[in-house]
């Protein structure tokens, strides 16, 4: 019989290394490796030859046939059936990931009642709270009175006899994946090898009943416990939630999806009775702007099918440090030094000897070079001095050469710019190639300039139409 080795695993990525080291080759994290038996079939390959059996052969069927239900569970909370692509998919397994304390179990909580509410049999498997912190949870969320199954467990094996019993259920929330445990697999739990094992159990359990799952994952910073990272792949569906600390705004992003898009977000707020959707995210964003000051550029940006309205701001202060200091929060610090190097190279504004500091306001992350333009201009004003026109919306890529290149789906942003109330645009001359041309609104008189120096130069020139207002 082979002899049960001794593996070290990373915690954050799930590579296996057969010394132990600082260092894990595979991602480049620290302290991240354990040592983990391999004696188990589970994580490590296939068992010994002699415990293997032969193969049962099932059976082969076509791509068209009777679906029994309707494929899709809408759970009635818009925004979290619009990051899942229009519901859970019966059948399917769904990862929910996000810091710990950011509102997980609360979203799971409204989603399992409004479930619940729509004549679903929902099973909630809560392995980190006891039955009576859920249901303190659940009544200040009003929801007690739901038929939500609720149990406190962690044992794969005994929640699979739970859910066996009656009805199939429609949807098994297990919050969190980290906290479960196999009796097939033997390290301890919360080890990358226990985390597998159990979410590929009831993966298998999903697939082969037609129950939707909801796996709760915490991400880890320390490598305590194995990430969330390693059952991405296994899964069907990846859901970050995020959120910045001091903010109520609460994102929920979709990262993978094969079964709809992936680059939809869910917009909420958390309140004192749980998460309140919030339908138009732009109104939120911009909803403490003030709009004299200099340094603020509303950035008209997409996520997904949906556009969304979002103030960047910029503070450039003179520096006494011999390297001045960079600062981004809600946006890539590369693309910012880009930005800065194109200022300096073609527009000769001159950052040398200034700290800069940039600010996506809300807590929100923005990923799109299409901020680019509206970055720039938040510098420009604020090294000026001069605030920006506000009722202007900003977007538009800039390249190396200090030209402005065209972005998708400039009509939509616009009009998302006109419904708040927004008069005037800056945005890229070309239009992307196959987006429609833009026409009427305030896409017409918008202000539409070919290298960057032009909006400098429109920005520098409005002290000097500003002074001659005064006069
Ligand atoms: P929770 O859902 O327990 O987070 P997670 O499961 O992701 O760890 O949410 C915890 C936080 O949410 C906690 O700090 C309190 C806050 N909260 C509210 O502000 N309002 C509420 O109605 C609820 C239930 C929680
Ligand atoms: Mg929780």
């Known amino acids: 019989m082979a002899k049960s080795r001794v593996q070290f695993i990373c915690q954050n990525c799930g590579s296996v290394h057969q010394r132990w080291a600082g260092k894990c080759d595979g991602c480049g994290e620290w302290n991240t490796l354990v040592e983990e038996g391999t004696s188990g079939g589970i994580g490590s390959g296939p068992a010994s030859a002699k415990n293997a059996r032969k193969g049962r052969a099932v059976v082969l069927t076509t791509l068209s046939g009777e679906i029994e239900d309707a494929p899709r569970i809408v759970s009635g909370i818009g925004e979290l059936d619009r990051a899942t692509g229009g519901g859970f998919v019966r059948g399917s397994a769904l990862l929910v990931g996000g810091d710990p304390g950011i509102g997980k179990s609360t979203l799971l909580t409204q989603a399992a009642a409004a479930l619940a509410n729509r004549g679903h049999r929902i099973v909630y498997v809560s392995g980190e709270e006891a039955v009576a912190q859920i249901r303190l949870r659940a009544q200040r969320l009003g929801v007690a009175d739901t038929s939500v199954e609720l149990a406190a467990e962690t044992n794969v094996e005994d929640i699979l006899a739970t859910i066996a019993d009656g009805k199939r259920p429609d949807l098994v929330i297990l919050d969190s994946i980290q906290t479960l445990w196999t009796d097939l697999a033997e390290s301890a739990p919360g080890t990358v090898t226990q ?61 993978k999806n094969r079964f709809g898009p992936t680059d939809e977000i869910g917009v909420f707020e958390m309140s004192d009775k749980g998460l309140r959707e919030v339908a138009n995210p732009s109104e939120l964003f911009l909803g403490e702007r003030h709009a004299k000051s200099p340094g603020a550029a509303v950035f008209a940006g997409m996520e997904g099918t949906r556009p969304v309205l979002v103030e960047i701001q910029a503070l450039v202060a003179p520096s006494s440090l011999g390297t001045p200091r960079r600062a981004v929060v809600g946006w890539d610090g590369a693309r910012l030094s880009m930005v800065l190097a194109v200022l300096e190279a073609h527009c000769g504004v001159r950052f040398s000897q200034h700290d800069v500091y940039l600010n996506v306001a809300g807590g929100y992350r923005i990923s799109e070079p299409a901020a680019d333009l509206a970055v720039a201009a938040a510098l420009v004003s604020s090294l000026t001095g001069l605030a920006l026109p506000a009722d202007c919306v900003y977007f538009g890529e800039i390249s190396l050469s200090g030209a402005i290149r065209p972005v998708a789906h400039a009509q939509q942003r616009l009009k998302e710019a006109e419904k708040l109330g927004f008069g005037s645009a800056v945005l890229p001359l070309a239009s992307s190639k196959g987006s429609e041309e833009i026409t009427g609104g305030i896409g017409a008189g918008a202000f539409r300039p070919t290298e960057l120096a032009d909006l400098v130069a429109r920005i520098a020139g409005s002290r000097r139409s500003r002074a001659n207002e005064d006069e």
């Open 195 to 255: 985390v597998r094992a159990a979410a590929q159990a009831m993966i298998r359990y999903a697939k082969s009943t037609g129950a939707a799952i909801v796996l709760v994952g915490h991400v880890t910073k320390e490598g305590q416990i194995a990430g969330p990272r390693v059952v991405e792949h296994m899964v069907d569906g990846v859901l970050y939630f995020e959120g910045e600390g001091g903010h109520h705004y609460r994102i929920l992003r979709t990262v």
